[in-house]
C-alpha cells in the first residue's frame, strides 16, 4: 500500500475510533458555587447547563438535590454570590454579570431588552424566587430581615417585611466593597477604595454616621469583625507606583495587619510582613483572606517560605505562627463553625490536584480529610458534622457533593450528569515534565490516544492555559472555562491526537517563585521558552509525527499560540487562537523621577514581547476565535493582528461571536467554537 493511503486509511481508523462527540464531552451541568446555610442542615449551589443558571438546593438527612429556580432559554445570565439567612429559610444570589469597562451588562443572546446584574431573594418554602434590585454582592443582616449589596460603588438596603423600594444606605466617595457587618448586625464595615489609596469605613445603622478607622495615605482592606464586635482587624498594603503591568514582583514594600477600635477608629499595627519573599500581599483564591478566629487569633496567608501558607498571629500582637507548613498552595478556605479550626483546599502531597484538610488553629496542625485520585475544592461545613463541597476527578465531571464524617461521598444531584456522558471513554492523562531551553524544568499532562500501539505516530497538539495565574490539574478542572478545556482536550486525544497540558511559568501551584517568573509576559515573554520546550519535548517522542505538532489557548494561551506561530512556524504546523493578546504595549502614568525613561523602557520590550513584532516570521495556518464584548482581551487584539497576516497572506480562519464575552457565556458558542477548532486541526495537521 502507497505511503499516502497508508497515512490516509490510519487516519480513518482513529477517527473512527471516536465514541464520543464535544456535544456528549460537555453535556454534564458544571456546580459554579456551593454554600451551607449557618444553622441548618442546608445546602445551596449554582448549576450551569446549555446557557442556564439556576439554584438547587439540598436539606439533611438525605440531601437530595432540587432545582430551586427555572431560568430558561439559554440567555447566558449567570448566577452567583449565595448568601444565606442565618436561619437558613431565604436566600439571596446576584444574576447576571457586572457592566466592565463599556458599563453594559454582557448580553451574549442579543436580547433586545438588554440585560441586568440585580439581587433576588429565594424563600426555602418553594415561592417564586423575588428580585430585589440592580446590584451585586448581597447579604442579610444578622435578624433576615434586611438585605444589603452594592450597586454603582455605594451599599443599597431593603427591607424584606415590607413593599418598601430599595435605597441607598449611605452616601460616601469612594467605591464600597468588602462588606461585613458586625456580630449583632447594628455596624457595617465596608472598604472606600478612592483611586490611590482606601479606607476601612463603620457605618452605624442607629447614628446613621461613618467612622473612619485610621485613615492614611495607602491601601486598607479586608476588614474582620472580632467576636465581640468591639474591633475590627484589617490590612494595609503601602501605596507603592508600579510601572510594569504583570512584571514580576517577588518582593515590596511589606504588608502588615492592623486592629482597630470600631467606635474610635484609633487602630495599632499588630504584624508586618518581613522584607524580601512574601512581601507582597497574595491572597486565598476563595474564602476569607483574613480571619478573626473565636480564640483570639488572626489568620491570614503569607508568602514567606516561597509557598502560600497559612499563619496565625495573636490580636493583640506577636510573632506569627505558621499553621500549615510544606511545600505546598493553599487555595481554598473555610472557617469551621466554632471557629476555631479551619477547613482548606490544598495542593499538599499531591501538586497536580487538589484535597481537604483540617487545620487547627491553636494546636497548629493538620490532618487530612481526602485523599486520592480526586480533586475535592471549595468545602462548606454543615451543622451536623458532615462537609459539602465540589469534586472531580480524571473522568468523571465536576459536581456537588456531601462528605459524610465516616468519609463517604454521596453526590448531591447524580442525575446532572447525563446518563449518555462518556466518562469510561476518557483517558487518564499522565503527569510529565520536560526542560524548557533555557533549562527549566515545567510540569504538563500527557494525553495519550486510546488504543495507540508501541511504534505508531500521531499527531499531536499543545495545550496553553490563559490566566497566566493557572494550574491545569490531573482531572476536571474547578474553573469552568478550564472544565471545557479539559473535556475538548479529552476529545482530541479521542480523535487520535497526542495532548501536552503545560503548565508553564507564572501559573499558580507551584510556589512564588514560579509565579512570579522573571522576564514573563510583557516584561520578556520568558515562558515562550516553555513553549518552545513542549514543542521539542512533542517532537522527540516516538509517539508523535514530528511535522504535525499543533497550539491550541485562550487568552494567555492565546497570546503564547500567536507567539508560538509567529516565532516557531517550523516546529508548530497549525494554531487556534481564542481571544488573545497580540500586543502588550498600552499606556502607562506615572510621575516619578525617571518615569519617562522606565515608560521607554516598559513600551520596547512589550512590543519586544508580542506578537506583532515578530509576523514576518509567521507561516502556519490559525484559526482565530473571539467574542466582540471581551472585557478582558479587547475584540481589537484580533482586529489588528488579522489586518496585518492579510498583508502578509498568511493562511488563517475567523469565528466571531456578536456579543459575546471572554469566558463565552452561551453554550452553544463552547460547542461552535471546539467543533471549528477540532475541523481545523484535522485539515491542517492529519494528510
Avoid: C
Avoid at 478550564?482 to 510556589?511: D, E, K, M, P
Amino acid at each position: 500500500m502507497p505511503f499516502r493511503s497508508l497515512l490516509a486509511f490510519f487516519f480513518l481508523a482513529s477517527a473512527a475510533h471516536a465514541q464520543f462527540t464535544i456535544e456528549q464531552a460537555l453535556s454534564s451541568a458544571f456546580p459554579w458555587e456551593i454554600a451551607s446555610a449557618p444553622r441548618a442542615n442546608r445546602v445551596a449551589w449554582v448549576v450551569s447547563g446549555n446557557g442556564d443558571w439556576n439554584v438547587w438546593l439540598a436539606e439533611g438527612p438525605a440531601y437530595q438535590g432540587r432545582p430551586a429556580t427555572a431560568f430558561q432559554g439559554g440567555d447566558g445570565q449567570e448566577i452567583s454570590e449565595l448568601a444565606w439567612s442565618g436561619n437558613g429559610e431565604r436566600l439571596l444570589f446576584t444574576r447576571g454579570s457586572g457592566g466592565g469597562r463599556s458599563g453594559e451588562s454582557p448580553n451574549p443572546n442579543s436580547n433586545v431588552n438588554g440585560a441586568e446584574q440585580a439581587v433576588w431573594l429565594l424563600e426555602w418554602n418553594g415561592a417564586a424566587p423575588r428580585r430585589l434590585g440592580e446590584g451585586r454582592t448581597p447579604l442579610f443582616t444578622p435578624d433576615g430581615k434586611r438585605a444589603l449589596w452594592l450597586r454603582g460603588g455605594n451599599v443599597w438596603s431593603a427591607d424584606l417585611t415590607s413593599d418598601a423600594k430599595p435605597a441607598i444606605l449611605f452616601r460616601a466617595r469612594g467605591s464600597a466593597s468588602d462588606l461585613a457587618l458586625s456580630p449583632d448586625g447594628a455596624l457595617l464595615a465596608f472598604t472606600s477604595t478612592r483611586s490611590d489609596h482606601s479606607f476601612i469605613g463603620v457605618y452605624s445603622f442607629s447614628a446613621k454616621v461613618i467612622t473612619w478607622l485610621d485613615p492614611s495615605t495607602d491601601k486598607d482592606a479586608l476588614p474582620a469583625w472580632s467576636p465581640d464586635g468591639k474591633s475590627i482587624a484589617f490590612l494595609r498594603i503601602l501605596s507603592e507606583r508600579t510601572s510594569l503591568p504583570h512584571g514580576a514582583r517577588r518582593s515590596g514594600s511589606p504588608w502588615s495587619l492592623r486592629v482597630a477600635d470600631a467606635a474610635t477608629g484609633a487602630a495599632r499595627e499588630v504584624f508586618r510582613a518581613e522584607p524580601g519573599p512574601g512581601s507582597v500581599f497574595q491572597p486565598v483564591a476563595a474564602g476569607p483572606s483574613l480571619l478573626w478566629a473565636a480564640n483570639g487569633f488572626l489568620v491570614f496567608p503569607w508568602e514567606k517560605t516561597n509557598w502560600k501558607l497559612l499563619y496565625a498571629v495573636p490580636a493583640a500582637g506577636g510573632p506569627a505562627r505558621l499553621l500549615t507548613p510544606g511545600e505546598f498552595e493553599v487555595e481554598f478556605v473555610e472557617p469551621a463553625p466554632d471557629r476555631n479550626s479551619l477547613i482548606v483546599a490544598s495542593n499538599q502531597g499531591d501538586i497536580d490536584r487538589r484535597h481537604l484538610w483540617r487545620v487547627s488553629i491553636d494546636k497548629s496542625s493538620v490532618s487530612p480529610i481526602t485523599r486520592g485520585n480526586g480533586i475535592e475544592w471549595a468545602p462548606a461545613s454543615l451543622s451536623d458534622g458532615n462537609l459539602a463541597l465540589l469534586r472531580s476527578d480524571a473522568r468523571q465531571p465536576a459536581r456537588a457533593a456531601i462528605l459524610s464524617a465516616n468519609g463517604a461521598f454521596r453526590d448531591l444531584a447524580p442525575e446532572l450528569i447525563p446518563a449518555g456522558f462518556p466518562s469510561s471513554q476518557f483517558v487518564v492523562p499522565q503527569a510529565v515534565k520536560y526542560s524548557a531551553p533555557d533549562g527549566l524544568e515545567i510540569p504538563a499532562q500527557l494525553f495519550l490516544p486510546p488504543g495507540i500501539k508501541p511504534g505508531e505516530r500521531r499527531p499531536a497538539i499543545v495545550f496553553i492555559h490563559g490566566g497566566s495565574r493557572r494550574q491545569m490539574l490531573l482531572g476536571w478542572s474547578p474553573m469552568f472555562y478550564y472544565h471545557n478545556a479539559y473535556g475538548f482536550n479529552q476529545y482530541l486525544a479521542s480523535r487520535g491526537y497526542v495532548v501536552l497540558s503545560i503548565n508553564y511559568r507564572s501559573g499558580t501551584g507551584y510556589g512564588m517563585a514560579f509565579r512570579e517568573a522573571l522576564n514573563y509576559g510583557p516584561t520578556g515573554a520568558s515562558e515562550f521558552q516553555d513553549v518552545l520546550g513542549a514543542g521539542l519535548y512533542l517532537r522527540s517522542r516516538p509517539d508523535v509525527l514530528p511535522n504535525q505538532i499543533g497550539l491550541w489557548g485562550g487568552s494567555w494561551g492565546g497570546y503564547l499560540t500567536a507567539l508560538g506561530l509567529a516565532r516557531a512556524s517550523g516546529l508548530f504546523a497549525a494554531g487556534v487562537d481564542l481571544h488573545g493578546v497580540h500586543e502588550w504595549v498600552r499606556d502607562i502614568q506615572d510621575t516619578r523621577p525617571g518615569a519617562a525613561q522606565l515608560k521607554e523602557d516598559y513600551l520596547r520590550r512589550a512590543w519586544d514581547s508580542s506578537p506583532m513584532s515578530s509576523l514576518d516570521g509567521w507561516k502556519s495556518p490559525v484559526l482565530f476565535i473571539h467574542g466582540d464584548d471581551d472585557r478582558s482581551v479587547i475584540f481589537n487584539q484580533t482586529v489588528q493582528l488579522v489586518e496585518e497576516l492579510r498583508k502578509r497572506n498568511v493562511d488563517y480562519e475567523l469565528l466571531v461571536f456578536p456579543d459575546e464575552v471572554h469566558d463565552f457565556l452561551l453554550q452553544k458558542n463552547w460547542l461552535r467554537a471546539y467543533q471549528a477548532a477540532a475541523s481545523f486541526f484535522d485539515r491542517k495537521l492529519k494528510p
